[in-house]
Antibody, heavy 123, light 108 residues
Framework: DVQLVESGGGLVHPGGSLRLSCAASGFTLSNYWMSWVRQAPGKGLEWVANIKQDGSEKYYVDSVKGRFNISRDHAKNSVFLQMNSLRVEDTAVYYC????????????????WGQGTTVTVSS | DIQMTQSPSTLSASVGDRVTITCRASQSISRWLAWYQQRPGKAPKLLIYKASSLASGVPSRFSGSGSGTEFTLTITSLQPDDFATYYCQQYNSYSLWTFGQGTKVEIK
């Protein structure tokens, strides 16, 4: 089965750090862009970041630029989101998703999603 | 940045109804739009990409249309499983995505 499993969420104080992981199975991770999408409690979806197949391109929503870093490790079949200088407003469920970034003509949507991991930033 | 606006925010309907959700972009995005369904407590599920292409395994009662700045998602004959929140997503900007704020379809 094609699957994504996130981990690493938890409770952290403002200004702290967390590293989220997303483990892929059932498909070749190196063939796909990957994204992180978050959802604050009771709110809508917000795309956070994505990364190209070879890691050479990374893109971020403005609100996390300079604080978050997306990376990938194909040997571990995983994608990561390093989150630093966390703020209360970063509190959300974080999903990883298989993506197709880049040229929109070859984009097929975020077609595989994990179950999400919860990040709570609070003092 | 491209802004996506969905309407209505909430829609009340009955099983068997035909429902239509609209998504408007702040600038032309050609046909680079996807739709997702999210049930409470679950991850989003891809329904449609490229404005009107049905994702694998999605029932044919779901359809999408539009181009430029105005798009619609239509569900013909609403089923109990379809009561959920629906989001549009633009992908016109190279690898910089934005979602609409969501439309909740609730039971009348």
């Amino acid at each position: 089965d094609v699957q994504l499993v996130e981990s690493g969420g938890g409770l952290v104080h403002p200004g702290g750090s967390l590293r989220l992981s997303c483990a892929a199975s059932g498909f070749t991770l190196s063939n796909y862009w990957m994204s992180w999408v978050r959802q604050a409690p009771g709110k809508g979806l917000e795309w956070v970041a994505n990364i190209k197949q070879d890691g050479s391109e990374k893109y971020y929503v403005d609100s996390v630029k300079g604080r978050f870093n997306i990376s990938r490790d194909h040997a571990k079949n995983s994608v990561f989101l390093q989150m630093n200088s966390l703020r209360v407003e970063d509190t959300a469920v974080y999903y990883c998703a298989r993506d197709y970034g880049g040229n929109p003509a070859y984009y097929y949507g975020m077609d595989v999603w994990g179950q999400g991991t919860t990040v709570t930033v609070s003092s | 940045d491209i802004q996506m606006t969905q309407s209505p925010s909430t829609l009340s309907a009955s099983v068997g109804d035909r429902v239509t959700i609209t998504c408007r972009a702040s600038q032309s995005i050609s046909r680079w739009l996807a739709w997702y369904q999210q049930r409470p407590g679950k991850a989003p599920k891809l329904l449609i990409y490229k404005a009107s292409s049905l994702a694998s395994g999605v029932p044919s009662r779901f359809s999408g249309s539009g181009s430029g700045t105005e798009f619609t998602l239509t569900i013909t004959s609403l089923q109990p499983d379809d009561f959920a929140t629906y989001y549009c997503q633009q992908y016109n900007s190279y690898s910089l995505w934005t979602f609409g704020q969501g439309t909740k379809v609730e039971i009348k």
